[in-house]
């Protein structure tokens, strides 16, 4: 059975895998593109992780953590996902081996009730067309309000 636990500081090197795990590559490409994992905006984006603006949520099994939901306060313009200061950015994984179950989906309505109690208005996301995970973000209320560099930036309202 699934539990969820806060996403803590100690948790800084987990979390760092789930922000790979979370950079979705086309099945076309040859291998995982993690150059850009140590840009400053995707770096930004984990690091330092438990500053009170911070908002996580690990899935467990079995005594195992199998993925992340976090969200984030950044700064103006950082992040594919940005919307405007008062918006967290989400970011969220799983390992493979877990995917497909609902696993996603309960981390995620647990996430985002907690930043509707936090009084956060929306939350919003990056997300490659590509990417089966859109239908996901569809399905749970996420809405498209632009695009930025191919990615789909989108936002789904907490109350």
Same mark, same amino acid.
């Given at each position: 059975?699934?539990? +969820?636990?806060? +996403? ?71 992040? +594919? ?52 995970? +859109? ?25």
């Amino acid at each position: 059975m699934l539990s +969820l636990r806060p +996403l803590l500081d100690s948790d800084q090197e987990q979390l760092h895998r789930w922000l790979q795990l979370a950079a979705w590559t086309a099945p076309t490409a040859a291998q995982p593109d993690t150059a850009h994992h140590h840009e400053p905006a995707v770096v930004e984006s984990c690091s330092d992780w438990g500053s009170p603006f911070d908002l996580g949520l690990v899935a467990r099994l079995a005594s195992r953590d199998v993925g992340a939901c976090w969200l984030r306060l950044l700064p103006e313009d950082v992040g +594919l996902g940005y919307v405007d200061i008062f918006t967290p950015q989400l970011g969220m994984a799983l390992e493979p081996e877990f995917r497909q179950r609902g696993y996603g989906r309960q981390m995620l309505s647990a996430l985002l009730h907690q930043a509707a109690c936090r009084g956060y208005a929306q939350v919003s996301l990056s997300v490659h067309p590509d990417n089966p995970a +859109l239908r996901f973000y569809q399905k749970a209320g996420f809405n498209t309000v632009t695009l930025r560099q191919y990615c789909h930036v989108m936002v789904t309202k907490l109350f």
